[in-house]
């Protein structure tokens, strides 16, 4: 089980933009990330982060990667709770989703799962007809 109780968050900033992240292992992740910078290349098929790199490119290739807190974690849950909690108060502008989905309440989900299944079945009914 992989270990989370030396894990960093961190943030990248590249001229006016900021990006925070999470990770077990900073310095290999810092590695990843100076990696795909170099590899970027415009237009090429969006992947995640393609933003992130994008900006960076845009900034002349100059980017800073730095730890904004230690956080010791039981889980990588946890490690994206106190994430968000970050992005939650930094305001990231590259963050391009959040690190965990919003939970919602039983009642939420069944209203959502009623409305889509009324509305898959009204498009198939226009379908058919």
Known sequence: MPNYENSVIYTITTGQHL?????????????????CVQSYKPGQIRKSKQHLYHQIAHNNFVWIMQPYKQVSCNSKYELLCEEQK???NLKPNMNERNAIKQVKSRDEKIAYN??????????????DN
């Open 19 to 35: 990006y925070v992240g999470s990770t077990r292992d900073y310095v290999s992740r810092k590695h990843h990330h100076n990696s």
């Open 114 to 127: 009623r409305a889509w299944y009324q509305r898959k079945k009204a498009e198939r009914y226009a379908k």
């Open 86 to 88: 970050v992005i939650n």
